[in-house]
């Protein structure tokens, strides 16, 4: 069990672990706020401008 801490692949393995469970925090993150944000008005979508190509 000691070896295993010195192997490189392992903290390879775990800083990826780490790295993908942080993504998934900020995602989650962002999507309760959108999810939270009040909805737009009906004025404020009116008062955009059109796509233009």
Same mark, same amino acid.
């Not at 790295?19 to 989650?28: I, K, N, S, Y």
């Given at each position: 069990? #000691?070896? !295993?801490?010195?192997? @490189? *692949? $392992?903290? /390879? #393995? /775990? *800083? /990826?672990? &780490? !790295?993908?469970? !942080?993504? #998934?925090?900020?995602?989650?993150? &962002? /999507? &309760? %706020? &959108?999810? %939270? =944000?009040? +909805? @737009?008005?009906?004025? $404020? #979508? =009116?008062?955009? @401008? +059109?796509?233009? +190509?």
């Amino acid at each position: 069990m #000691a070896s !295993l801490w010195r192997d @490189p *692949g $392992a903290w /390879i #393995a /775990i *800083g /990826i672990s &780490v !790295l993908f469970l !942080l993504v #998934a925090w900020v995602m989650h993150r &962002v /999507i &309760v %706020k &959108v999810l %939270k =944000a009040p +909805p @737009p008005t009906q004025e $404020a #979508a =009116a008062r955009k @401008p +059109p796509d233009t +190509p």
